[in-house]
Each structure stands twice: as C-alpha cells, then as structure tokens.
Nanobody, 125 residues
Framework: QVQLVESGGGLVQAGGSLRLSCTAS??????????MGWFRQAPGKEREFVAA????????YYADSVKGRFTISTDIAKNTVYLQMNSLKPEDTSLYYC????????????????WGQGTQVTVSS
C-alpha cells in the first residue's frame, strides 16, 4: 500500500499560477509501463485526466484542455510529482487528485491503482 499526499491547492485569480505537489510514501513501480498522474473532478462531473509522467520524467502526456498551460514533473529523490499550473481559468476549478500506477498512455481514472485525498483548486474570474 502506498500513501499519496497532495499539497499546493488554493484560491487564485484567473490568469494566475499554482504548483501542486504529490509525495508518495514509496515508489511501487519503476517501469515506464506505468505513470504517476493528476486527475481532477468538479462537482457533479466525472473525474477527468489532466496529466501523467513516468518516474524517470522522460515521458509525459496531457489532456488537450491543459496542454501548453500545465507542466508535470518529478523529483525521484523526493518521491514527488509536481503539477505547475499557469494561465489558470475558472473552468480549471476542481478537486485535484494525485494518481499512482496508471498504465502509461491511459487516461481512464478506473485504471489507477492508488489515489491521494485531493487538493482543492479554485480559480476566480
């Protein structure tokens, strides 16, 4: 069992930036067949994929809605994954979840093995 602890959420004005962090209690995989990722869920909506990265950081992929604005990265020494979010929009308002052991290339939330508790991001207009 791995624990994922997120931080960095908050309230920001449209156009602003936030950086989310997710620290894992352990790395349960090393193969590039799996990834760490971020998903988000707004009230009344299904959880949706945001971004994913292999632990080595060599491969990433993003949802079209955040491409060019969000950047996912890792710090292996700290077992930490980051999500840098720039040019935030009100529609980015959601509860953001860290995800572990997502099959690389998948965007399906049901494929994730471990979840964090979530951190709220609210973007005001």
């Amino acid at each position: 069992q791995v624990q994922l602890v997120e931080s960095g959420g908050g309230l920001v004005q449209a156009g602003g930036s936030l950086r989310l962090s997710c620290t894992a209690s352990a790395r349960t995989f090393s193969s590039d067949a799996y990834a760490m990722g971020w998903f988000r869920q707004a009230p009344g909506k299904e959880r949706e994929f945001v971004a994913a990265i292999t632990w080595g950081g060599g491969s990433t992929y993003y949802a079209d809605s955040v491409k060019g604005r969000f950047t996912i990265s890792t710090d292996i020494a700290k077992n930490t994954v980051y999500l840098q979010m720039n040019s935030l929009k009100p529609e980015d308002t959601s509860l953001y979840y860290c995800a572990s052991e997502l099959p690389y290339g998948s965007i399906r939330w049901r494929a994730v093995k471990y979840w964090g508790q979530g951190t709220q991001v609210t973007v005001s207009s």
